[in-house]
């Protein structure tokens, strides 16, 4: 047979194609396929899909698989069945994302429930779908809404994607051969354009007005403000300084865990007297239960992710406190002579390749502390009288000290 006489076919019978593969019409004129074979010493016969879900090709394709189960010893029928139940149990893609959120370890609950909206909001056509179905034109069709709209929360989607489809191979929900739809090199980047990123800077003070801005925090009482205090001395993140307890302080060096860290490296952070003060100004009460450095709302509970910038918007400052430490880096590039790497270092950026870095096996913590005392003698130069006046803190064009 070939396509021209199938679809001339239309007269009820049995058409034989060979190998056991029939194009069977029936007195209504429906059409199907049919693979009949012997099984233990018994005729079967085994449907293969009709005339317009399965084309010739498909259904010869069909027919060989069946007979390779044959030639092995098995019964087509049979395997067939096995499979459609283990089919039965594939997850959908939702529930299975949902499953894999869960057990992911993530920064916070509010990241988790980031991971879980662009796993479910953003791709509502990959919901229902089992796991082991999904071909690349659904990533495409789910992808593709946002792909130019929203291009960085896109290209994590893809990620996203990409990830708990391979956890559903390594699950075996997913068998035989296989590459993931959502895998971008070689595949999805032949398909989508690159995605455009655009750099957003985190709006930033200019260090000349920091002087004035800290007369201002000084004068706000609470928990808040000298946290803000803190974190503005210490060039710190934010999660870094909310989840600070007393422990990780040992006399002027707050050593800060891996776990908190943005490059998941332990951090020690020279502290100035004025650091040291914000934290003792922020002490509770005798009585109080403490847990953390600077005290949340309820007894036991850190500083609230917003409290921060909550004393920002109540100044009517339009920065964040993330900006600050563009504020200390570029005050520091600017106007002071201290080298890159230690400046980088202070702000717990990695410094230099791999290879540089196995060399470099110190955190060069007396450096930053001169570093760091400039920077607060720089900052509360109208709150106080400077403190530290450190040579090295001079402008690049100094001569070197001593």
């Given at each position: 047979m070939n396509a021209k006489s199938v679809a001339a076919t239309k007269a009820a019978g049995r058409y034989a194609d060979g190998s056991g593969l029939y194009l069977v019409v029936d007195d209504k004129g429906n059409r199907r396929?049919?693979?009949?074979?012997?099984?233990?010493?018994?005729?079967k016969e085994m449907g293969l899909g009709t005339v317009e879900d399965v084309?010739?090709?498909?259904?010869?394709?069909?027919?060989?698989?069946?007979?390779?189960?044959?030639?092995?010893?098995?019964?087509?029928?049979?395997?067939?069945?096995?499979?459609?139940?283990?089919?039965?149990?594939?997850?959908?893609?939702?529930?299975?994302?949902?499953?894999?959120?869960?057990?992911?370890?993530?920064?916070?609950?509010?990241?988790?429930?980031?991971?879980?909206?662009?796993?479910?909001?953003?791709l509502p056509g990959l919901q229902k779908l089992p796991v082991d179905a999904i071909a690349t034109h659904h990533?495409?069709?789910a992808l593709k809404p946002h792909w130019t709209e929203i291009p960085e929360t896109a290209e994590r989607i893809r990620g996203r994607v990409e990830r708990v489809l391979d956890a559903a191979r390594a699950a075996g929900f997913i068998s035989g051969p296989w590459e993931n739809p959502a895998r971008w090199k070689a595949h999805l980047a032949l398909l989508l354009p690159r995605p455009e990123r655009k750099v957003r800077h985190h709006p930033a003070l200019p260090y000349e007005q920091l002087p004035d801005?800290?007369?201002?925090?000084?004068e706000r009482g609470g928990v808040s403000a000298r946290a803000l205090e803190f974190t503005i001395l210490t060039a710190a993140r934010t999660q870094?300084?909310?989840?600070?307890?007393?422990?990780?302080?040992?006399?002027?060096?707050?050593?800060?865990?891996?776990?908190?860290?943005?490059?998941?490296?332990?951090?020690?952070?020279?502290?100035?007297?004025?650091?040291?003060?914000a934290v003792a100004a922020a002490k509770p009460p005798p009585g109080y239960k403490v847990a953390y450095?600077?005290?949340?709302?309820?007894?036991?509970d850190p500083l609230s992710n917003m409290s921060m910038d909550r004393v920002?918007?109540?100044?009517?400052?339009?920065?964040?406190?993330?900006?600050?430490?563009?504020?200390?880096?570029?005050?520091?590039?600017?106007?002071?002579?201290?080298?890159?790497?230690?400046?980088?270092?202070?702000?717990?950026?990695?410094?230099?390749?791999?290879?540089?870095?196995?060399?470099r096996r110190g955190d060069a913590l007396e450096k930053r502390r001169r570093l760091m005392e400039a920077w607060a003698d720089?900052?509360?130069?109208?709150?106080?009288?400077?403190?530290?006046?450190?040579?090295?803190?001079?402008?690049?064009?100094?001569?070197?000290?001593g």
């Open positions: 396929w049919s693979f009949v074979f012997q099984y233990g010493g018994k005729r084309d010739l090709k498909e259904a010869r394709e069909a027919r060989d698989a069946a007979r390779k189960h044959l030639v092995a010893g098995r019964n087509p029928i049979e395997v067939r069945r096995l499979e459609a139940a283990a089919r039965a149990e594939v997850p959908e893609f939702g529930a299975y994302a949902n499953k894999i959120v869960d057990g992911l370890t993530l920064k916070s609950d509010k990241h988790r429930e980031q991971w879980r909206r662009t796993l479910t909001d953003y990533v495409l069709d801005f800290m007369v201002a925090l000084r870094e300084v909310r989840f600070a307890v007393p422990a990780e302080i040992e006399g002027a060096v707050w050593s800060v865990p891996a776990v908190r860290m943005k490059m998941k490296r332990p951090h020690r952070v020279p502290l100035t007297l004025d650091a040291l003060e450095l600077f005290r949340g709302a309820k007894a036991g920002l918007r109540i100044m009517n400052v339009d920065v964040t406190v993330h900006g600050f430490r563009s504020t200390f880096k570029d005050w520091a590039e600017d106007t002071t002579g201290f080298s890159s790497g230690v400046i980088e270092a202070a702000l717990a950026h990695l410094v230099g390749d791999e290879t540089e870095r196995a060399y720089f900052a509360l130069s109208k709150v106080r009288p400077p403190r530290y006046l450190r040579p090295d803190a001079g402008p690049p064009s100094d001569p070197p000290p």
